[in-house]
Antibody
Framework: EVQLQESGPGLVKPSQSLSLTCSVTGYSITSNYWGWIRKFPGNKMEWMGYISYSGSTSYNPSLKSRISITRDTSKNQFFLQLNSVTTEDTATYYC??????????????WGQGVMVTVSS | DIQMTQSPASLSASLGETVTIECRASEDIYSNLAWYQQKPGNSPQLLIYDANSLADGVPSRFSGSGSGTQYSLKINSLQSEDVASYFCQQYNNYPPTFGAGTKLELK
């Protein structure tokens, strides 16, 4: 069974970088796209970006140049880095597996989520 | 970005009742719509994709319908385990966007 598990610090200071890891079991990250989604207090959800089976990436334009998604295929993990965070980046962060085709993806497996608070 | 307007924001229903939740897209999304269920403290679970296809393991009392800009999720014969939040997601246009969610409670 496909399982995803997020890990990382739950508290980040403003202007610093948020770094999270998604560990995948039951499926190779070289065989699919993998993504990050966040849910803000108040329940708004935002797709952040994908990393493909080949390592190429696609990001939400709203995050501009602040976001980077990378991977370590030897550990079957992929990573989120979000730079210059503000309190508005306080959210629960989920990693998820996209399914679909031609860039049109829904998400069939999700991690449990990690709550990240941005505060000094 | 495509805006997804979901209604109602909250809903109270009795066991055995039929419940309908709706999502309206700001433009045609050609049935590229998914529905998710999220119980408190849990991760979202895929219920429906392609507007009306039931995801693996999802009970048949859940169904999706719609086309163009208007879509709905129906839950027949509401069970206690259906108490959760539900949200829609369009994936026709980049970037994918989500509805604000509907919180379903038992009356």
């Amino acid at each position: 069974e496909v399982q995803l598990q997020e890990s990382g610090p739950g508290l980040v200071k403003p202007s610093q970088s948020l770094s999270l890891t998604c560990s995948v079991t039951g499926y190779s990250i070289t065989s699919n796209y993998w993504g990050w989604i966040r849910k803000f207090p108040g329940n708004k959800m935002e797709w952040m970006g994908y990393i493909s089976y080949s390592g190429s990436t696609s990001y939400n334009p709203s995050l501009k140049s602040r976001i980077s998604i990378t991977r370590d295929t030897s550990k079957n993990q992929f990573f989120l880095q979000l730079n210059s965070v503000t309190t508005e980046d306080t959210a629960t962060y989920y990693c998820a597996r996209p399914r679909g085709y031609y860039g049109r993806y829904y998400f069939d497996y999700w991690g449990q989520g990690v709550m990240v608070t941005v505060s000094s | 970005d495509i805006q997804m307007t979901q209604s109602p924001a909250s809903l109270s229903a009795s066991l055995g009742e039929t419940v309908t939740i709706e999502c309206r897209a700001s433009e045609d999304i050609y049935s590229n719509l998914a529905w998710y269920q999220q119980k408190p403290g849990n991760s979202p679970q895929l219920l429906i994709y392609d507007a009306n296809s039931l995801a693996d393991g999802v009970p048949s009392r859940f169904s999706g319908s719609g086309s163009g800009t208007q879509y709905s999720l129906k839950i027949n014969s509401l069970q206690s385990e259906d108490v959760a939040s539900y949200f829609c997601q369009q994936y026709n246009n980049y970037p994918p966007t989500f509805g604000a969610g509907t919180k379903l409670e038992l009356k």
